[in-house]
């Protein structure tokens, strides 16, 4: 989309032979990345680890709204969430198209956080419940535990679809037989029995379903005889047999790393509920007896603002740097490496 530019600028030289083609994927090729709006302000995000290399997919656009969810669970306190988004917006007046950028990156991500915050029942630790009976609010200590590691095989998932696509785009589809087979088991497996412990489960398709077996036997024939259609199928057995070991710790191992959105969360919210008990005991105000006068209240207000100011900041920084380190770690190791993810050169 440059060519007119570049012919342009090479045809005002007198006596200039040159030549010009289209690059491929073996070319060391400079990369520009070209997204949407929203997609755009992730890419501040992809560059602190590399840009894709050329003629692979640019995940930007799928990473991100994963980046901007995982960020409102880390944090998960719609107060919070207001704090940030309030900060995001001061940054707007500030500085550069990259300071615009950033701004509107901590906009969109504290919106999230606001969202989910208020989902998850917190607002600076306060339960909102407490006030909007009415509304059903998550019960994040009970039940994300395991929210979080569906998320993760979903993220994983998604990322091993991308893989499938790029390899047979590149290589052709009987490249992919042996990551296609992982593929149609984990997808059968998350069907059939991880589904069911929500309550969503397919009708006729359960762990005991002869279609649930039947995907697994065909997952398993080309993760183990078709893992690469030009070797002997003796071979093919052995490695696929090691490739099963190395794929099941790995996707274990990956699966479980998602567990931090949860424990991040939960640290998060409970060190709010800390500051505001010490907050309240500490200043006196819950030991005060009903019926004193307006002026005995100053000084333990003034005590218990000081408390929370300070506690609600130690804890808002060390939230906020989590959620977005984080996130960040989830995107560039567990989705980054199931989707094939390849660096161009810096």
Not at 37 to 48: C, H, N, Q, V
Not at 54 to 63: E, H, K, P, R, S
Not at 275 to 301: E, H, K, Q, R
């Amino acid at each position: 989309d440059t060519a007119d530019k570049v012919d342009a600028l090479l045809g005002a030289y007198p006596n200039l032979i040159y030549d010009r083609r289209d690059a491929t994927i073996d070319d060391e090729a400079p990369v520009k990345l070209k997204n949407n709006k929203f997609a755009r302000l992730f890419e501040l995000i992809g560059a602190m680890y590399a840009l894709p290399k050329y003629g692979t997919i640019d995940l930007t656009a799928i990473f991100g709204p994963f980046y901007m969810l995982f960020f409102a669970i880390c944090l998960c306190d719609a107060g919070y969430g207001l704090v940030l988004l309030l900060v995001g917006l001061a940054l707007l007046k500030k500085g550069g198209e990259s300071m615009r950028q950033a701004a509107w990156l901590s906009i969109v991500c504290a919106s999230a956080t606001v969202a989910f915050g208020f989902y998850a029942n917190s607002f600076f630790g306060v339960a909102i419940s407490d006030y909007v009976p009415v509304i059903k609010f998550l019960d994040f200590q009970q039940d994300f535990f395991s929210i979080s590691l569906a998320i993760g095989v979903f993220q994983i998932l998604v990322g091993m679809a991308i893989n499938i696509y790029m390899q047979t785009k590149l290589f052709g589809f009987t490249s992919t037989f042996g990551l296609l087979g992982w593929f149609i088991i984990l997808l059968s497996g998350s069907l059939a029995v991880g589904l069911p412990m929500f309550g969503l489960g397919i009708p006729g398709f359960d762990a005991s379903s002869p279609i649930f077996y039947g995907c697994i036997g065909v997952g398993a024939v080309l993760m183990l005889l078709l893992n690469n259609v030009k070797r002997n199928p003796l071979i093919n057995i052995g490695a696929g047999l090691w490739d099963a070991y190395n794929n099941i710790t790995g996707l274990l191992s990956d699966v479980l790393s998602y567990i931090r959105l949860f424990a991040i969360g939960l640290s998060g919210g409970v060190l709010a509920q800390v500051f505001n008990s010490l907050a309240t005991g500490l200043s006196g105000i819950s030991d005060m007896a009903p019926g004193t006068p307006w002026y005995g209240y100053i000084v333990p207000v003034i005590a218990a603002s000081i408390i929370l100011l300070i506690g609600h900041g130690i804890n808002l920084f060390m939230s906020a740097i989590s959620s977005f380190v984080h996130p960040m770690r989830l995107t560039f190791v567990e989705f980054y490496k199931n989707a094939g993810f390849e660096m161009g050169q810096r």
